[in-house]
């Protein structure tokens, strides 16, 4: 009977999650933070509070961006209990512009729990942080692994692209598959120690060298641990995400005069720009054919008003929305504000306000536009 051959013993590195030895690999990645790391004001401290307020601005929003809004909202709110304590108008006012309002609606309400249920102290588990509103896997390992040094993984939008490479990973990184095979990766690469500052790290390479159009490959820290780079691949990988077709629509601002004042009107809760002011508005099908606006006007408000000039047309675009926004005047005939309850139980959706104290309401990015030609 012949004898089977007996399978060779694994090299060290073969058990390695990322090609080559981990140690070094882990090594790269620290001795390039400490060279190229940015100066970032979040980094100033390992405040979990400034850490959270951070990590959910920097959600969808460029660093650039994000760097005045913190230090302007921070210097507002400088601990937790500040922000709880806020009108939410005022949270808004503060966030205006930064885009996907329900991140500081959220951030607010998770404030107030964080004084509630923690007496005023940022939780410190991952479980306790992932609890609160708005918070999910990634922000919660970032807050555990930047302020309290957990060895909890990451996984974002950098890391995501970044580790897609490392590992060779050419299928969609939408799927349940993906995102769970990337979370194992996260896990598998994280040192015993510092393990915030390693975070860190992966997301800058990730932001700045392993970028998603033409990486830098030849000054990444991390080319002889990266499958896709040693096969070539590196501009097929991760797939590219399916295009978005954008719908056009046709709306209507309507900028209503009585004397010094203007209609403005508070969007609902389970409107675009929740919580924030705008001018009234309608979605219109023909923009040579106004004259239903006057209709529209009448049955939402209870105010009637004649259509006037045109005052300038803004596009803008929100999710897969194009939209082109005509701004017209109009004039105040008669009539009173139809009551509608507000989100704190008063009827003031709809406000005349005077114009010169428009910029004092948190306004919609084209009603904010809108303001300052009013």
Not at 6 to 17: F, I, M, T, W, Y
Not at 126 to 153: N, W
């Amino acid at each position: 009977m012949p004898r089977t051959k007996p399978k060779s013993r694994p090299k060290p590195e073969d058990s390695s999650p990322v090609r080559g030895s981990l140690a070094a690999f882990q090594s790269h990645v620290f001795a390039w933070f400490a060279a190229h790391k940015r100066d970032l004001p979040w980094r100033k401290s390992q405040d979990p509070y400034r850490i959270w307020i951070s990590e959910i601005m920097l959600q969808q929003t460029q660093v650039a961006t994000v760097k005045q809004y913190f230090r302007r909202f921070t210097a507002e709110f400088p601990q937790v209990s500040d922000l709880a304590a806020a009108q939410q108008q005022q949270v808004l006012r503060l966030w205006e512009g930064l885009g996907y309002y329900r991140r500081a609606r959220q951030l607010h309400a998770a404030a107030k729990e964080i004084v509630e249920r923690f007496d005023g102290k940022f939780p410190q588990t991952v479980d306790e942080i992932q609890s609160l509103p708005g918070i999910g896997r990634y922000t919660a390992g970032a807050i555990a692994s930047i302020a309290y040094g957990h060895k909890a993984p990451i996984l974002e939008a950098n890391t995501q692209r970044l580790f897609a490479r490392l590992i060779g990973w050419d299928q969609a990184l939408t799927t349940s598959a993906s995102q769970k095979r990337l979370w194992r990766f996260a896990e598998e690469i994280l040192p015993d120690q510092e393990v915030g500052i390693f975070n860190q790290a992966l997301m800058e390479i990730g932001s700045l060298v392993c970028t998603p159009k033409n990486p830098s490959c030849s000054q990444c820290p991390l080319a002889a641990h990266c499958q896709a780079y040693q096969q070539g691949r590196q501009d097929e990988i991760p797939q590219p995400k399916k295009k978005i077709e954008f719908i056009p629509i046709t709306e209507i601002a309507l900028v209503v005069r009585r004397r010094n004042e203007v209609l403005v009107r508070q969007c609902g809760q389970d409107e675009r720009w929740a919580g924030l002011w705008d001018f009234p508005r309608f979605a219109v099908a023909d923009e040579a054919d106004l004259g239903p606006v006057e209709t529209q006007l009448k049955e939402a408000s209870g105010i009637w008003a004649s259509l006037g000039s045109h005052m300038t047309t803004i596009k803008h675009g929100v999710t897969k929305y194009r939209i082109t926004l005509l701004c017209h005047e109009m004039t105040y005939q008669k009539g009173r504000l139809r009551p509608e309850a507000g989100p704190d139980g008063q009827s003031r959706v709809w406000q005349w306000r005077d114009a010169s104290h428009l910029t004092d309401l948190p306004l919609s990015t084209t009603g904010r536009k809108l303001a300052k030609l009013v």
